[in-house]
């Protein structure tokens, strides 16, 4: 077993069969084991990955841009992307062929379409019709995807039967492949393994339930509890199911072809099993977070030192933040756009400004100046003044941005898709703009609130007692605060889900949980802010009573 602090600040991990990838929050690749064919060597510039896939003899990194870089052995074409090399959403890798998956919900696959002998597999051919799909997974020879109705998909090589889903082919929420063998995870926490079964591979351990994440190697299986545990069985040969005892708060898991990777709440990781490239040697901070915002695909996180850090989609620049990334005192994400409150009361924004669309999602309206609170929507802004109005400026679709009269006495605002809520000095809230869902029908009575929230289409309003309200679209549940529903200091919402802090530091999240955007990371305590975006979750967790550290999961 290897691992260290000195692995601080990554944010994903991918395993080959001799060489590691790990990705880093400020979106740079290091990687390391065996260098053959330049598995090792990432192309420049380093910078800007969202996403790692490594497979047997090649790297794939996804590009916040939409766009795939690979590297190392090309003799099947693996590394040849077709064009367009833009709109990819994912990436896997695997044995001499890669997968890509694109926002429309296609795929693209490229590389060997034949098996180990040369022999045709077809494991490049998608089979139709090729639209809704919402993940991806690469085996030896063989491909695996996720419908959005929860069906899983196979093709190529099926040769040990890691093609033939059981059934119910239905409820799945995530796919690994291995080389002979097949995972899915179900969403009530329950995994189905199929496929070659030589080493077990195949024989989950029980209890079966509780699950949150599976990887699979070569002959072994991974499997991420809700508790940060990992569970591992199969081939036992290198060590590789040998999790380490001492090790707990994990939030991923990777699985290499005879070797394993654990990432733990911090942002370190532990890798145990085979290590003769030393693919489980880590290489040589995430802390000092103050606020935390949210967008669709993109993050934002402010410094203690008044920078931004921003990572994430950023096809549109939303994480391009201007320079100088100095004196801010609050951070705001939209779906495609990014705010800053300024020490001096000003606003900069930066992202998309589609003034075409009539968005002008950059135009703050003058004086800019005298704010104290900012607030971003899907396509608008609120900025809340110091005398107790709000500005609003972008898409005005169903007046989301016409204040209500009287514009005085507000505390806080915040903005959802096209609607906007207001709180007043006197625990009142005010909601305004487009009520498809009921959104802006504040319930009686309406006083006592502290704290708002919006979301896609529904609220949440905190009370002083510490107890949630919420109205809206309830079509995930998002709207159905767990009980006891008391205690709670702080509320949060994504664009289907919800989240509570507690008192106590810890986060409740209800709602929608696809892509496990609502699995709390363990250990669920020492949280002090929480952020919802629109598929994914931020915390910041205090460390060391002085230090605190950005805690993110669901990655986009």
């Given at each position: ?50 996403a ?101 998909v ?69 499997a ?55 693919q ?5 901070p ?72 009539n ?15 900012v ?43 096209s ?38 289409g ?8 510490g ?26 919402a ?63």
């Amino acid at each position: 077993m290897v691992g260290g602090d000195l692995s601080k600040g990554f944010v994903a991990i991918a395993a080959g069969e001799y060489h590691s990838l790990g990705l880093k929050k400020d979106g740079s690749i290091m990687a390391w084991g065996s260098n053959d064919d330049g598995l090792c060597n990432v192309p420049a510039p380093n910078a800007s990955f969202v996403a790692v896939a490594a497979g047997r003899w090649h790297s794939l990194g996804l590009k916040a841009d939409g766009s795939v870089v690979a590297w190392g052995s090309n003799n099947y074409g693996q590394c040849n992307v077709p064009a367009p090399n833009t709109g990819f959403v994912a990436v896997a890798a695997g044995t001499r062929h890669s997968l890509g998956l694109k926002g429309d919900g296609s795929i693209m696959a490229w590389g060997s379409n034949s098996d180990y002998y040369d022999d045709y597999s077809g494991q490049c051919n998608v089979p139709a019709p090729n639209t809704g799909f919402v993940s991806i997974a690469a085996g030896s020879y063989y491909s695996m995807a996720l419908k959005k109705d929860g069906s899983i998909v196979a093709w190529g090589d099926n040769s040990a039967g890691q093609g033939s889903v059981p059934a119910p082919n239905t409820g799945f929420v995530s796919v690994a492949a291995g080389g002979y063998h097949s995972l899915g995870l179900k969403a009530n926490g329950r995994i189905a393994a199929w496929g070659d079964n030589w080493y077990g591979n195949c024989n989950l351990p029980g209890p079966n339930t509780g699950f949150m994440a599976v990887a699979a190697g070569f002959t072994h299986s991974l499997a991420l509890k809700t508790d940060g545990s990992i569970v591992a069985w199969g081939d036992i040969s290198y060590g590789q199911c040998n999790v380490p005892e001492t090790k707990t708060s994990f939030i991923s898991v990777a699985a290499g072809r005879y070797y394993s990777f654990g990432l733990m709440a911090d942002g370190s990781f532990v890798a145990w099993g085979n290590n003769e490239r030393g693919q489980c040697n880590v290489p040589a901070p995430n802390s000092d977070f103050v606020a935390i915002a949210a967008g669709d695909g993109h993050s934002l996180g402010l410094k203690s030192d008044g920078a931004i850090v921003a990572w994430g989609s950023n096809g549109l620049g939303q994480c391009s933040v201007p320079a100088p990334s100095t004196g801010f005192v609050s951070v705001a994400a939209g779906a495609i756009h990014s705010l800053g409150l300024k020490a001096d009361n000003s606003i900069v924004a930066w992202g998309d400004n589609d003034v075409e669309s009539n968005y002008g999602l950059r135009n703050i309206p003058a004086p800019n100046a005298g704010f104290v609170a900012v607030a971003a929507g899907v396509l608008h802004s609120l900025g809340l003044k110091a005398d107790g109005s709000i500005v609003a400026w972008g898409n005005n679709f169903e007046g989301g941005c016409n204040v209500p009269a009287p514009n005085t006495g507000f505390v806080a605002a915040a903005a959802g898709w096209s609607y906007s809520l207001g709180l007043k000095a006197d625990g009142s809230a005010v909601a305004w703009g487009l009520n498809n869902y009921g959104q802006c029908n504040v319930p009686t009575p309406n006083s006592d609130f502290v704290a708002i929230a919006a979301g896609y289409g529904h609220s949440l309003a905190l009370k002083s007692d510490g107890a949630i309200v919420a109205w809206g679209s309830n079509n995930y549940g998002q709207c159905d605060v767990p009980p006891p529903n008391s205690g709670f200091v702080a509320v949060a919402a994504g664009h289907w889900h919800s989240l509570g802090l507690k008192s106590n530091g810890s986060i409740l999240a209800w709602g929608y949980n696809g892509d496990g955007r609502c699995n709390v990371p363990e250990p669920n305590r020492g949280f002090v802010s929480v952020a919802g975006g629109g598929g994914h979750s931020l915390a910041i967790r205090v460390i060391r009573l002085t230090k605190a550290g950005a805690a993110h999961w669901s990655l986009y």
